[in-house]
Every structure is written in C-alpha cells, then in structure tokens.
C-alpha cells in the first residue's frame, strides 16, 4: 500500500524513526520508502530532538525503550514543544504498551508489516487533511 500524497519525489513526506536496533531502523526505512515516504533514521532521543528542527517531520516513529532519553521522554518533548506538539508520535515497543503514555498511537513489536502500513497511512492521511 502506497500513501497518497501530492508531492514529488523531492519533497516527499518525511517519517523520522527512532531504535536502537539497526535491523527495525532498515526494515521500517524499506517500508516507509515503499510507501513513497522519505525515512528519517536514528539510533537515539537526543539524535531525533536534534533533527527535527531541520527534518520537520509528518511523523515521528519511536521505540519506548531507548539508551538515555527514553521514547517516552523524548514524546514529552515534542509535545510540550510550541512548534513541534502538532506532530503525531506512534511509539513501539516488545514489552508492551506503557500506561499514560502521551503518544498518538502504539505499535507492539513484533508488529504485522501490514499493521504498521495501515497505522502510519492512518497518521500521513489524517496529517494530511489538516493542512488543506
């Protein structure tokens, strides 16, 4: 499944990723790009803080348990940012879902490929509608 977007191919939307383990980051690059998305990757919270200023993602994807700030520090962050509160964070994870999250979504992992196109197409999509 393919997203549905109106740009061309040098402005594509992009997602940034967040894991610390090297097979999702490239697994989730593959099926972002697959879906006409441009993937962002990092291995680290304080990487993705440090790019989105220039990134501007559509979504933010981020494991729960990461080295240092963890995923659920690094959501915190983007949403009580002025500039960045609007961007969705889909949050993943293999040990279940963390309770009072602030995460616009949640992906156990492993997660069904299929599972995840729908849930990021969900994001893009509902995006989106909001800046037309």
Request: glycine share 4%.
């Amino acid at each position: 499944m393919r997203y549905n977007s109106e740009n061309d191919a040098s402005s594509k939307p992009s997602v940034l990723v967040v894991d610390d383990e090297p097979a999702i980051l490239r697994m989730i690059a593959v099926v972002l790009q697959q879906m006409g998305l441009k993937p962002l990757t990092t291995t680290s919270a304080e990487q993705a803080l440090d790019c989105l200023d220039s990134a501007q993602p559509e979504l933010v994807i981020a494991d729960v348990f990461l080295p240092g700030v963890d995923g659920l520090e690094l959501t915190r962050r983007i949403k009580e940012s002025d500039r960045f509160s609007s961007v969705p964070v889909l949050l993943m994870s293999a040990y279940g879902q963390p309770t009072n999250h602030r995460g616009d979504g949640f992906l156990a992992k492993p997660f069904d490929i299929d599972e995840f196109v729908f849930s990021v197409t969900s994001f893009m999509n509902k995006r989106s509608s909001t800046k037309s």
